[in-house]
């Protein structure tokens, strides 16, 4: 069993920069894919960002040059990076993971996921 714990949301005004924590427990992380997905209220989740347990970084292309997912298996955290936040990005941030996965963009495909934390950006 892996849990996980998002912290890092908040308020804050276009133009600036938030950093999201995904903090597990109960296995390590070093053997699992992650995942940041987001979903705004009336719409569906949406993949944001993710990190194949091998390495390798992949993006949504609305967020692409502006978040940066990164991870610390020894710490057994990840992180989302925010920068020049939009108005658009509003939404709950939700972090996911599952072991030895590489469908990195596919909701369906994690088998773990946190409670989710809220990220509000002010036009």
């Known amino acids: 069993q892996v849990q996980l714990v998002e912290s890092g949301g908040g308020l804050m005004q276009a133009g600036g920069s938030l950093r999201l924590l995904c903090a597990a427990s109960?296995?390590?992380?070093?053997?699992?894919?992650m995942g940041w997905f987001r979903q705004a209220p009336g719409k569906e989740r949406e993949f944001v960002a993710g990190?194949?347990?091998?390495?390798?970084?992949y993006y949504a292309d609305s967020v692409k040059g502006r978040f940066s997912i990164s991870r610390d298996n020894a710490k057994n955290t990840m992180y989302l990076q925010m920068n020049s936040l939009k108005y658009e990005d509003t939404a709950v941030y939700y972090c996911?993971?599952?072991?030895?996965?590489?469908?990195?963009?596919?909701?369906?495909?994690?088998?773990?996921w946190g409670q989710g934390t809220q990220v509000t950006v002010s036009s």
């Open positions: 996911a993971a599952e072991q030895r996965t590489s469908y990195v963009g596919n909701a369906d495909y994690y088998h773990y």
């Open positions: 109960g296995r390590t992380l070093s053997s699992y894919t």
């Open positions: 990190i194949l347990w091998f390495g390798g970084a």
